[in-house]
């Protein structure tokens, strides 16, 4: 029968099994033609273990953030409990059963195989791009199938599709956690919010709640959950909620705690689900070397060796309406003491308002305006009362610079870098979000240090001078260094700490809901 239902179908059409859509006919029929339409899943009339170790995998697809059902797992279910209650009262299952269930059970496992490979989503279709190109090679269904029939083992051919990062398993852990913690959760997670922040002593009637919700997640909530009075007890409670959750640990009470503490475990399984997609997007980005990484929703640039942090500081990245972008690019060199090279919307938008109100602007911020060919412009002899000027605007080197002392360059089509900032005291924000696009770097001269340790005439002593110097001086690095700007809400720490920070950008929405369809 399965012969004949393979042969039977029109491909153009598709298969249909059940009302459910065989989404990987073309291979199924290779694979089953190839071994003369042979079941794998059942024997003469009898499943075997193989198909309920088929089964209990497709279950577990939940706790890598996918949906058993997209396998087709409540269909094998059903048809593997028909066929036990078959057993009992010593009837045979109907050979379309059998069928359904072989065809049913290859064609899930190997949609789920794919989506563990190279994840469900395409992350090319997002409305805000993800530019960091898979380099893993192409998923074979039909090996696939041939190793499981062979071996009679299905997770050990399931798991090697799995993402290499180890953070990748750590978070199905704690997606497994928070599914038995969802089961009994009972309280109300509706949003809470204040037209002004709480701090200790005060007295609010969001108190009991906050209690209660802390209490919920394993912070003391104090011994008399109604009490409206925020105490020190609950102070050290909210301290360390906040601590755990990467914010500011004050103890004061405003809308990013709030924000934290609207969350159910129904929406931090959302959100882990969303972010182990994102690794299954990212695998196969291994490096043996060195490599920087920055996760805009942590403000954290850290600099790996073979996985290893070796480097790491806080980051200023674009605001929301500036974007910083997720993509990938090599950085090549370095520059001390730049110039600034001003793009034609600030200059539009910020510089000539600026210098309409404030002639003595330009001289002010060390500013100089240049012909395309790079001749020095005298600002008097410019109209600024149009909305655009035919000139450059660059801002000379010096401390007073935008870029700071250093930028770290990895030539991309959005004109995005890394580079220093005067503007030191931004990085004492929680909410880092206010730049243009490029990330701002609290540690250039030590991330500086470690790029040029393998070229010993840049000592200390030589970079902190040409930091200084005032004048443009480039250098090459001896080799290339991947740079990966990627998007995090979640991950889990060597510890299997969970992490969790702000969707800043309102980007884990999307990607739910293409989850979810």
């Not at 490979?117 to 893993?136: A, C, M, N, R």
Request: charged share 25%.
């Amino acid at each position: 029968m399965l012969r004949q239902r393979l042969e039977n179908t029109d491909a153009s059409f598709g298969l249909e099994v059940r009302g459910r859509t065989i989404q990987n006919f073309g291979e199924l029929f290779k694979f089953y033609s190839s071994r003369d339409f042979q079941f794998i899943w059942s024997r003469e009339a009898r499943i075997g273990e193989l198909a309920y170790e088929g089964r209990y995998e497709l279950e577990q697809a939940q706790f890598d953030g996918l949906q058993p059902s997209d396998y087709h797992w409540d269909l094998i279910n059903t048809l593997i409990e028909n066929y036990e209650s078959n057993k009992k009262i010593g009837e045979k299952s109907d050979w379309t059963d059998l069928v359904d269930l072989e065809l049913l059970l290859s064609d899930g496992l190997i949609q789920l195989a794919k989506h563990l490979h190279v994840g469900k989503v395409d992350p090319s279709e997002l409305q805000w791009g993800w530019e960091i190109i898979q380099t893993k090679e192409s998923f074979d269904p039909i090996a696939f199938l041939n190793q499981i029939d062979q071996s009679q083992r299905v997770r050990s051919k399931i798991f090697q599709y799995y993402p290499e990062f180890r953070i990748y398993l750590r978070g199905r852990e704690i997606l497994r956690n928070l599914s038995e913690l969802s089961k009994v959760d009972s309280l109300d997670w509706s949003a809470l919010s204040v037209n002004k922040s709480i701090k200790a002593g005060d007295s609010h009637s969001l108190i009991p709640e906050i209690r209660e919700r802390l209490q919920f997640w394993g912070y003391a909530g104090g011994n008399d959950l109604t009490e409206r009075i925020y105490d020190s007890l609950l102070m050290k409670s909210v301290q360390a909620y906040q601590s755990f959750h990467g914010m500011t640990s004050d103890g004061i009470i405003g809308k990013n705690t709030l924000a934290s503490l609207s969350q159910s475990p129904k929406d931090i399984m959302d959100k882990v689900a969303v972010n182990l997609e994102r690794l299954r997007w990212l695998d196969g980005k291994k490096n043996g070397s060195k490599a920087i990484l920055v996760n805009i929703a942590d403000y954290k640039l850290v600099l790996l060796d073979k996985e290893d942090t070796i480097f790491q500081s806080k980051v200023i990245v674009g605001k929301s309406y500036h974007q910083s972008p997720v993509f990938e690019a090599k950085m090549s060199y370095l520059v001390f003491s730049p110039y600034w090279n001003i793009p034609e919307s600030i200059v539009r938008n910020e510089i000539i308002p600026s210098v309409r109100k404030n002639p003595n602007y330009l001289t002010q911020k060390n500013m100089e305006v240049l012909t395309y060919n790079r001749e020095v412009v005298d600002p008097s002899t410019i109209d600024w009362k149009k909305r655009s000027i035919p000139y450059l605007v660059r801002q000379k080197p010096g401390p007073q610079n935008s870029l700071g002392l250093v930028k770290f360059m990895f030539p991309n089509r959005h004109s995005v870098y890394i580079h220093d900032t005067p503007a030191k005291s931004l990085f004492g924000r929680e909410e880092r979000a206010l730049s243009h696009g490029c990330i701002r770097l609290e540690k250039p001269r030590e991330l500086a240090q470690l790029l040029l340790q393998d070229q010993k005439e840049w000592d200390d002593q030589k970079i902190w001078d040409a930091m200084n110097s005032h004048e443009e001086q480039t250098v090459n690095l001896k080799e290339k260094i991947p740079v990966y700007l990627i998007y995090l809400t979640f991950w889990a720490d060597a510890t299997g700490k969970p992490n969790y920070r702000p969707d800043i950008y309102g980007r884990d929405a999307e990607v739910l809901t293409l989850l979810r369809n």
